[in-house]
């Protein structure tokens, strides 16, 4: 089952903050977080593991939820640069990695 | 990180053919994995490339129809058989090294079936 992401797409103004949801079925043992800007490849941006370690990029975090079924990432004083589609990728612990609906991010100078 | 290279980037082929689409990491992966993305949406797995044994396909995607190979830890093939139109998206292969690391992606194949 595809996980759902929240929003479906949100506006900024360069500075400001932004917080994506990502929901599953399932309780995770990881999410990772990926970035794909119109007509490249996904990037990976981070991982947040179990125990709430993350590894990647600085100015971005994420959380769990206390069920571990929910995952939010935290866009800090958003930069043009972050303009882009964000998926989520909970993993339960397989191989078997299943992007979630996505998030269309747009930041405005 | 892995870095993949992907081709062909693009093609556009007759209904009832066949693409073969490569994948080649620099270095030894685990795992790799093949993806199909329509315009405006998120990604679809389609099946988990196994090294030395079949690959693991997800529901609505058969062996048939996309055959992939993967004879060793740093190369994968996908092939859309017998392609329609509605096979025309873009595929993407993907590697990691293990479920704690990211994946990286190749920059995918433009496939426009006529």
């Known amino acids: 089952q595809q996980p759902v992401q929240s929003p479906q797409a949100v506006i900024l103004r360069e500075g400001e903050d932004a917080v994506i949801n990502c929901s599953s079925s399932?309780?995770?043992?990881?999410v990772h977080w990926y970035r794909q800007k119109h007509g490249e490849a996904p990037v990976f941006l981070m991982i947040?593991?179990?125990?709430?370690e993350q590894k990647g990029h600085e100015k971005i975090s994420a959380s769990f939820n206390e069920k571990k079924q929910q995952s939010s990432l935290y866009l800090t004083a958003s930069q043009l640069s972050y303009s882009g589609t964000y998926f989520c990728v909970p993993n339960s612990g397989t191989y078997k990695y299943i992007f979630g609906t996505g998030t269309r991010l747009k930041v405005l100078a | 990180s892995a870095v993949i290279s992907q081709k062909p980037s693009r093609d556009i082929c007759q209904r009832g053919t066949s693409l073969t689409i490569q994948c080649q990491v620099d270095s030894q992966v685990t795992m790799m994995f093949w993806y199909r993305q329509q315009p405006g949406q998120s990604l679809t797995l389609i099946a988990t490339?196994?090294?030395?044994?079949?690959?693991?396909?997800e529901s609505g995607f058969v062996i048939d129809k996309f055959p992939i190979s993967r004879p060793n830890l740093t190369f994968s093939t996908l092939t859309v058989s017998n392609m329609s139109p509605e096979d025309s998206s873009i595929y993407l292969c993907?590697?990691?090294?293990?479920?704690?690391?990211?994946?990286?992606f190749g920059s995918g194949t433009r496939l426009t079936v006529v």
């Open positions: 993907s590697a990691a090294s293990g479920t704690d690391h990211g994946y990286t």
């Open positions: 490339a196994n090294q030395g044994s079949e690959a693991t396909y």
């Open positions: 947040l593991l179990k125990g709430g």
């Open positions: 399932k309780a995770l043992y990881s």
